[in-house]
């Protein structure tokens, strides 16, 4: 009894064959050609060789399947007829319809393309990964590579001969013409075996009759063999390279230019005869760039083509179930998963898993995937569509990267997996895919589609979307709100955003944080009032999710919720927390709304409490977005060394004329005019005009600074710059306040004169009358100075 349990599971262990790995292979029919992909695993040694009508690929991996069974829903059997695998691991052996010509390369993604066009009988074709695709090519292929090694070694032998006898020649001195030696150089692409009589030795017989050779010795020259070695390895590693590019599609032979004759031609390296007049002329060469952008070498046919788009038929959730009950479809389904054994029946878990996705239930149809084994058909785009129905996140590399160009149902499925509308994405196909969905699945997913077009600024896509949405007749639609926000957002309309964000806090879904910061957000950049209650909502909230995705947001809103109410002190102190958790970069975003509240709303006490500590300490990432706001009030209220000091942090930004401007006023603040004059050199306009003439002034420099204060029409001023610098020709008479007192000051310089050739007596009476003139005079001119509000000066 134990020898017959032992044998049984041994022939158990026997008959369980390893897991196998499926590759999948597509179809697509061309003009000219038939193309079939097919996804080949990381690092995988590939050759396909080709003898008639049968074509044989063979890869290193043991476990490997051939799945073909979907190639001819999409081609004819004209070209490719019929598929042979023996088992796992086998060669893929293809039958072909026709004469046919394969072409072969694999993309940087790894996909193994093979195009089968129409070509002339009787040729070959070998490929792979590591060798050299120039098999020989029989009958009237063309040109005929013979590299085995017999070949090679008459190769290396006629060479190292040829050269003895040329060194042997011109050691003994004699007058023997040298062979006509042709060897390939290193950079031709040419190589290629001499025939059995090659041109070489008719050459060297055609000298042994012109001369008589001595006896020499003919022992081969070392340092010529070395040479020649060296060739043979630059030739060898020459065929590898031309071999992998070829591969990679880079580099593809054309035969032009090759005799229709039935007898083979041989290339002799040696020799001129037979050889084409271009070595280049058979290669066809196309840089990485082109590969990867996709203009491969012949393939003009189909460069409209967007290949290795998922088709809309794997994606059709929609047609994945129909309008009887849940339970009606999914009861027969789970009925039918297990079959004898207790095996999985991998045709109804596949249908359970779609039916489970129709119906919105992402785990559950992940569930019934994870049962199935890896490698399974399909079983990784399905899983990526029930990850994405639950809300969640896909690796940069899922199954639809890159794919929101493509027509049909995956520019929908790699929008939403991506995040965002691209610039390329293919809108109408996402918004009739959006169409197509059942009710459950449009009110699920719509709204999604609706803010991401709101984001891109695409306003009719969004709108586009929301009516799809409405059209669905369900009142209670999640993330509804968000959505008609975002395009709220979008057309302008802030009372309708703030609305909407409004009611989705109030219904307190797990939307409402990203709602209510929204609205704080929102009430930051319209300088909205706060409703005071929301600052301590926001605080709850973040002690929820304190740990989570939303916590560093959640902690930076609050900052500006506490400032957006007055509540400046406690605002910091959250600051300090931030700074804490989430570090220096989250310190300086908060930064900004904190210090603009500050300077625009905060009282004169508590904006120096925090704006001259600011001004210090400071770092220039933290000081540039505020730095020009807080220096302006500074400077009002009279802090000119701290406003400098903000200034100061922005030495590094592109050059400004606010800024410079108020430098300068920082700088005569602080009685530095030298200072004032050098930052506003350049500089024109009537601020700076009237910055440089109070620099002027400071200095002494009053004539100066009268003819800039004219220039801005302060003639008042300039002509109090003109008295005093006693240029009084400058000043206007009767003009302002000072061009009286200018009239009064030449008055006086005409009557202090004393009077001449006069008589003692009127002598006397003159200068008691200019005397009294005078008096008055400067009375005069005493009350109008005390008038000038500068006058105590």
Same mark, same amino acid.
């Given at each position: 009894?134990?020898?017959?349990?032992?044998?049984?599971?041994?022939?158990?262990?026997?008959?369980?064959?390893?897991?196998?790995?499926?590759?999948?292979?597509?179809?697509?029919?061309?003009?000219?050609?038939?193309?079939?992909?097919?996804?080949?695993?990381?690092?995988?040694?590939?050759?396909?060789?080709?003898?008639?009508?049968?074509?044989?690929?063979?890869?290193?991996?043991?476990?490997?399947?051939?799945?073909?069974?979907?190639?001819?829903?999409?081609?004819?059997?004209?070209?490719?007829?019929?598929?042979?695998?023996?088992?796992?691991?086998?060669?893929?052996?293809?039958?072909?319809?026709?004469?046919?010509?394969?072409?072969?390369?694999?993309?940087?993604?790894?996909?193994?393309?093979?195009?089968?066009?129409?070509?002339?009988?009787?040729?070959?074709?070998?490929?792979?990964?590591?060798?050299?695709?120039?098999?020989?090519?029989?009958?009237?292929?063309?040109?005929?590579?013979?590299?085995?090694?017999?070949?090679?070694?008459?190769?290396?032998?006629?060479?190292?001969?040829?050269?003895?006898?040329?060194?042997?020649?011109?050691?003994?001195?004699?007058?023997?013409?040298?062979?006509?030696?042709?060897?390939?150089?290193?950079?031709?692409?040419?190589?290629?075996?001499?025939?059995?009589?090659?041109?070489?030795?008719?050459?060297?017989?055609?000298?042994?009759?012109?001369?008589?050779?001595?006896?020499?010795?003919?022992?081969?020259?070392?340092?010529?063999?070395?040479?020649?070695?060296?060739?043979?390895?630059?030739?060898?590693?020459?065929?590898?390279?031309?071999?992998?590019?070829?591969?990679?599609?880079?580099?593809?032979?054309?035969?032009?230019?090759?005799?229709?004759?039935?007898?083979?031609?041989?290339?002799?390296?040696?020799?001129?005869?037979?050889?084409?007049?271009?070595?280049?002329?058979?290669?066809?060469?196309?840089?990485?760039?082109?590969?990867?952008?996709?203009?491969?070498?012949?393939?003009?046919?189909?460069?409209?083509?967007?290949?290795?788009?998922?088709?809309?038929?794997?994606?059709?959730?929609?047609?994945?179930?129909?309008?009887?009950?849940?339970?009606?479809?999914?009861?027969?389904?789970?009925?039918?998963?297990?079959?004898?054994?207790?095996?999985?029946?991998?045709?109804?878990?596949?249908?359970?898993?779609?039916?489970?996705?129709?119906?919105?239930?992402?785990?559950?149809?992940?569930?019934?995937?994870?049962?199935?084994?890896?490698?399974?058909?399909?079983?990784?785009?399905?899983?990526?569509?029930?990850?994405?129905?639950?809300?969640?996140?896909?690796?940069?590399?899922?199954?639809?990267?890159?794919?929101?160009?493509?027509?049909?149902?995956?520019?929908?499925?790699?929008?939403?997996?991506?995040?965002?509308?691209?610039?390329?994405?293919?809108?109408?196909?996402?918004?009739?895919?959006?169409?197509?969905?059942?009710?459950?699945?449009?009110?699920?997913?719509?709204?999604?589609?609706?803010?991401?077009?709101?984001?891109?600024?695409?306003?009719?896509?969004?709108?586009?979307?929301?009516?799809?949405?409405?059209?669905?007749?369900?009142?209670?639609?999640?993330?509804?709100?968000?959505?008609?926000?975002?395009?709220?957002?979008?057309?302008?309309?802030?009372?309708?955003?703030?609305?909407?964000?409004?009611?989705?806090?109030?219904?307190?879904?797990?939307?409402?944080?990203?709602?209510?910061?929204?609205?704080?957000?929102?009430?930051?950049?319209?300088?909205?009032?706060?409703?005071?209650?929301?600052?301590?909502?926001?605080?709850?909230?973040?002690?929820?999710?304190?740990? *989570?995705?939303? #916590? %560093? !947001?959640?902690?930076?809103?609050?900052?500006? &919720? $506490?400032?957006?109410? =007055?509540? +400046?002190?406690? @605002?910091?102190?959250?600051?300090?927390?931030?700074?804490?958790?989430?570090?220096?970069?989250?310190?300086?975003?908060?930064?900004?709304?904190?210090?603009?509240?500050?300077?625009?709303?905060?009282?004169?006490?508590?904006?120096?409490?925090?704006?001259?500590?600011?001004?210090?300490?400071?770092?220039?990432?933290?000081?540039?977005?505020?730095?020009?706001?807080?220096?302006?009030?500074?400077?009002?209220?009279?802090?000119?060394?701290?406003?400098?000091?903000?200034?100061?942090?922005?030495?590094?930004?592109?050059?400004?004329?606010?800024?410079?401007?108020?430098?300068?006023?920082?700088?005569?603040?602080?009685?530095?005019?030298?200072?004032?004059?050098?930052?506003?050199? *350049?500089?024109? #306009? %009537? !601020?700076?005009?009237?910055?440089?003439?109070? &620099? $002027?002034?400071?200095? =002494?420099? +009053?004539?100066? @600074?009268?003819?800039?204060?004219?220039?801005?029409?302060?003639?008042?001023?300039?002509?109090?710059?003109?008295?005093?610098?006693?240029?009084?020709?400058?000043?206007?008479?009767?003009?302002?306040?000072?061009?009286?007192?200018?009239?009064?000051?030449?008055?006086?310089?005409?009557?202090?004169?004393?009077?001449?050739?006069?008589?003692?007596?009127?002598?006397?009476?003159?200068?008691?009358?200019?005397?009294?003139?005078?008096?008055?005079?400067?009375?005069?001119?005493?009350?109008?100075?005390?008038?000038?509000?500068?006058?105590?000066?």
């Amino acid at each position: 009894m134990i020898r017959q349990a032992i044998a049984f599971l041994v022939t158990m262990m026997v008959a369980i064959p390893a897991q196998a790995e499926t590759i999948v292979a597509r179809s697509g029919e061309h003009d000219g050609f038939s193309r079939l992909v097919m996804r080949l695993p990381d690092k995988t040694n590939w050759s396909l060789t080709q003898s008639g009508t049968t074509a044989t690929l063979k890869i290193d991996r043991p476990e490997a399947v051939f799945d073909t069974a979907q190639v001819f829903n999409f081609i004819p059997r004209t070209r490719l007829q019929s598929f042979q695998q023996n088992g796992a691991g086998a060669p893929l052996r293809i039958q072909l319809g026709c004469e046919c010509e394969l072409k072969s390369y694999v993309q940087k993604d790894g996909y193994l393309v093979i195009d089968v066009r129409d070509g002339k009988p009787g040729q070959t074709y070998s490929s792979s990964s590591g060798v050299l695709p120039l098999g020989s090519l029989a009958g009237a292929s063309g040109y005929r590579f013979d590299l085995t090694p017999g070949r090679i070694e008459q190769s290396r032998t006629e060479l190292n001969l040829a050269a003895a006898l040329a060194s042997r020649a011109a050691i003994v001195g004699h007058s023997l013409r040298e062979p006509q030696v042709q060897v390939a150089p290193e950079p031709q692409p040419v190589v290629t075996l001499p025939d059995p009589v090659t041109p070489l030795q008719t050459q060297v017989a055609l000298d042994q009759e012109e001369a008589t050779l001595p006896d020499v010795n003919l022992l081969l020259d070392l340092d010529e063999t070395a040479r020649a070695a060296a060739v043979n390895a630059s030739e060898h590693r020459l065929l590898q390279q031309i071999g992998r590019a070829t591969n990679q599609g880079l580099l593809d032979l054309v035969m032009t230019e090759v005799s229709d004759e039935q007898v083979p031609t041989m290339v002799a390296p040696l020799g001129i005869q037979d050889r084409p007049l271009n070595p280049l002329d058979h290669l066809s060469v196309t840089t990485a760039v082109d590969r990867d952008m996709g203009l491969m070498p012949l393939h003009d046919q189909g460069a409209d083509e967007k290949l290795h788009c998922t088709r809309t038929k794997d994606l059709a959730v929609y047609n994945w179930g129909n309008e009887l009950p849940f339970a009606d479809q999914i009861g027969p389904l789970r009925s039918e998963l297990f079959k004898e054994f207790d095996e999985i029946d991998l045709g109804a878990a596949i249908s359970l898993a779609k039916t489970y996705l129709y119906f919105g239930f992402g785990a559950e149809a992940r569930i019934v995937l994870a049962m199935l084994p890896p490698g399974a058909a399909n079983t990784e785009v399905l899983t990526a569509l029930a990850v994405l129905q639950d809300g969640g996140s896909l690796p940069i590399t899922h199954p639809f990267a890159g794919q929101q160009g493509c027509d049909g149902d995956v520019a929908f499925w790699a929008a939403i997996a991506d995040g965002a509308i691209k610039s390329n994405a293919n809108a109408e196909a996402i918004q009739q895919t959006l169409a197509r969905m059942p009710v459950h699945l449009r009110v699920h997913l719509g709204p999604k589609i609706s803010t991401m077009f709101s984001e891109k600024g695409d306003e009719h896509m969004a709108a586009s979307a929301l009516r799809s949405i409405d059209r669905s007749g369900v009142e209670e639609i999640p993330d509804i709100n968000l959505a008609q926000a975002a395009f709220a957002d979008l057309t302008g309309d802030t009372e309708t955003m703030a609305d909407e964000l409004k009611e989705e806090v109030a219904e307190r879904t797990e939307n409402a944080p990203r709602a209510l910061m929204d609205l704080i957000t929102l009430s930051f950049e319209e300088r909205k009032a706060l409703s005071p209650d929301l600052p301590d909502l926001i605080a709850s909230y973040e002690l929820e999710s304190r740990d *989570g995705e939303l #916590g %560093a !947001e959640l902690r930076l809103t609050e900052v500006m &919720a $506490l400032a957006l109410t =007055g509540q +400046f002190q406690t @605002a910091f102190e959250a600051l300090e927390n931030l700074s804490e958790q989430d570090g220096p970069i989250a310190r300086v975003t908060a930064m900004e709304p904190l210090m603009t509240l500050l300077t625009e709303r905060a009282d004169d006490v508590t904006f120096l409490k925090y704006a001259l500590i600011f001004a210090e300490q400071a770092t220039p990432k933290e000081a540039t977005p505020v730095a020009e706001m807080m220096t302006r009030r500074l400077l009002d209220l009279g802090f000119s060394e701290q406003a400098q000091s903000l200034l100061v942090k922005l030495a590094l930004e592109p050059a400004d004329e606010t800024r410079r401007l108020m430098m300068a006023e920082a700088a005569l603040g602080m009685d530095l005019p030298h200072r004032a004059l050098v930052e506003l050199m *350049g500089l024109d #306009g %009537a !601020e700076a005009n009237k910055l440089r003439a109070e &620099a $002027l002034w400071r200095n =002494g420099e +009053f004539d100066r @600074a009268g003819e800039y204060l004219m220039v801005e029409q302060e003639t008042d001023a300039a002509a109090r710059g003109f008295w005093h610098s006693e240029n009084l020709d400058a000043i206007e008479p009767g003009e302002g306040q000072f061009g009286q007192v200018a009239e009064v000051t030449a008055q006086l310089d005409v009557q202090v004169q004393e009077p001449a050739e006069m008589t003692p007596l009127a002598h006397a009476r003159a200068l008691v009358e200019s005397s009294v003139g005078t008096r008055d005079s400067i009375e005069a001119l005493l009350r109008g100075v005390a008038r000038d509000p500068e006058s105590s000066n």
